[in-house]
């Protein structure tokens, strides 16, 4: 069955997505805002609460574009930096230049902060380090985190040149709707997007994801995980829906 990812903005809305069956979900706040930096607490709840759960980290200081001060960056570096040391299994990242290209300095910044946490890991998982501090900031020392595009990708001026220099720089999977609206108006990009990775980076659709269109979307492109909110409307907020999540999985467990 292919993976669904459920992007949760509360803790409210993690527990619905466990319940409706999720194995993987990206955690952020704001999702009226299109998503920003979750407060670390939530992330040290979850791990508490459902220590099998996948949990990627959204890694975004503020609305609007992509194109982040040298300061944002650094800030940027710091939440990721927490949120593996909080146990993240995933880091969701993504910064633009303002023309809308990669911008590679700041991704290389954050990559290497990154790979010096999954460094720190290793180190407190082998013989070379016993201290029982190293363990407490590093629950699952053998498990490396993960680092994903996130759909700043879709505003980039050229498509295949970024999947390049996001597969260079050492990212897991890119998530994006293709380009498009939805992901239905962007699955002609995101078949030619998985084409062109070769197998080298996962792409991820989101983007517009239901139970009625999940598989569908699957079957188009080729790909093998697929990420929702699942979400509906209360009181004004996005909210997770377990029956929702529970519907997707449905759809897709044949694929």
């Known amino acids: 069955m292919a993976l669904l990812e459920v992007c949760c903005g509360s803790l409210e809305s ?16 704001a999702l009226e805002v299109d998503g920003l930096t979750p407060p670390i607490e939530w992330l040290q709840v979850v791990k508490d609460r459902y220590p099998s759960l996948v949990v990627h980290v959204l890694i975004r200081p503020r609305a609007g574009d992509f194109a982040y001060a040298p300061e944002e960056v650094d800030t940027m570096a710091v939440q990721t930096e927490q949120a593996l040391e909080a146990g993240a299994d995933g880091i969701v990242i993504g910064a633009l230049t303002a023309t809308h290209d990669l911008d590679e300095a700041a991704m290389e910044q954050l990559m290497k902060v990154v790979e010096e946490g999954n460094l720190a890991r290793e180190l407190a998982g082998s013989d070379l380090c016993h201290s029982s501090n190293d363990h407490h900031f590093f629950p699952d020392p053998a498990k490396t985190a993960t680092v994903t595009f996130h759909r700043a990708f879709d505003v980039c001026r050229r498509p295949f040149e970024a999947l390049e220099k996001i597969i260079a720089l050492g990212c897991s999977r890119i998530l994006t709707s293709g380009q498009g609206p939805t992901v ?14 070769g197998g080298r980076i996962l792409i991820l659709p989101g983007g517009g994801v239901t139970s009625t269109n999940a598989a569908r979307i699957l079957r188009l492109t080729g790909c093998t995980e697929i990420h929702a909110s699942a979400s509906e409307v209360i009181d004004g907020k996005k909210i997770t829906s377990a029956a929702r999540v529970a519907a997707i999985l449905q759809a897709i467990q044949s694929i």
């Open 184 to 197: 239905t108006e962007g699955s002609d990009m995101l078949r030619e997007l998985r084409k062109r990775a």
């Open 14 to 29: 993690v527990d619905a997505a466990v319940a409706g069956g999720a194995r993987r979900i990206e955690l952020c706040a």
